[in-house]
């Protein structure tokens, strides 16, 4: 018996969705072998200003652009939330929704991983998924982690995607 494929989880506040989301959230699902991208628009980020589009306006604008590709699922489950939204959060309940095996891959770009220290429970994420971190244009220089971030994270890096089926989280590709 083969393990689930992950379950890919692409969070931001989509204030509008653009192609660079869909194209992140496509390659991901083919890269790694995702079995779905859920897209999740953020209601109160807590690393940004708010967003300018309403919740129900930035809902439908993802719900819109998902349509066009199949295996791209739009959750609502922050969109409508004041408070502020953490990811370690969402992932907890994701993992209390899909069950303790079934892998789990939160899509970042590199951007958002070299500000990974500065996330709420940020070292949390590892026991509850998998990071996929997608390189991003535009970062200049700076491609390597703080040198605290890059130790502790050295011995969990992968090249192969495959990783993911062997546990449900802890790996980054």
């Known amino acids: 018996m083969s393990a689930p494929a992950p379950v890919g989880i692409l969070g931001g506040t989509f204030?509008?969705?653009?192609?660079?989301?869909?194209?992140?959230?496509?390659?991901?699902?083919?890269?790694?072998?995702?079995?779905?991208?859920?897209?999740?628009?953020?209601?109160?980020?807590?690393?940004?200003?708010?967003?300018l589009a309403a919740p129900r306006q930035r809902l439908e604008m993802a719900r819109l652009a998902a349509a066009g590709s199949p295996g791209l699922v739009v959750d609502e489950r922050e969109v409508f939330k004041t408070a502020p939204c953490y990811t370690v959060e969402t992932l907890e309940q994701l993992r209390g929704e899909l069950g303790a095996q079934t892998p789990l891959a939160l899509i970042l770009g590199m951007d958002q991983y070299l500000d990974l220290a500065t996330w709420h429970r940020w070292r949390e994420l590892f026991g509850l998924a998998?990071?996929?971190?997608?390189?991003?244009?535009?970062?200049?220089?700076?491609?390597?982690?703080?040198?605290?971030?890059?130790?502790?994270?050295?011995?969990?890096?992968?090249?192969?995607p495959r990783v993911m089926r062997e546990a449900p989280a802890g790996a980054i590709v």
């Open 15 to 51: 204030d509008p969705i653009h192609n660079g989301h869909l194209r992140l959230a496509v390659e991901a699902a083919e890269a790694c072998g995702l079995a779905e991208v859920r897209l999740i628009p953020a209601g109160a980020p807590p690393h940004r200003p708010p967003p």
């Open 130 to 160: 998998h990071l996929i971190v997608a390189e991003r244009p535009g970062l200049g220089g700076r491609r390597e982690p703080d040198a605290p971030l890059a130790a502790e994270h050295a011995a969990r890096f992968r090249d192969d």
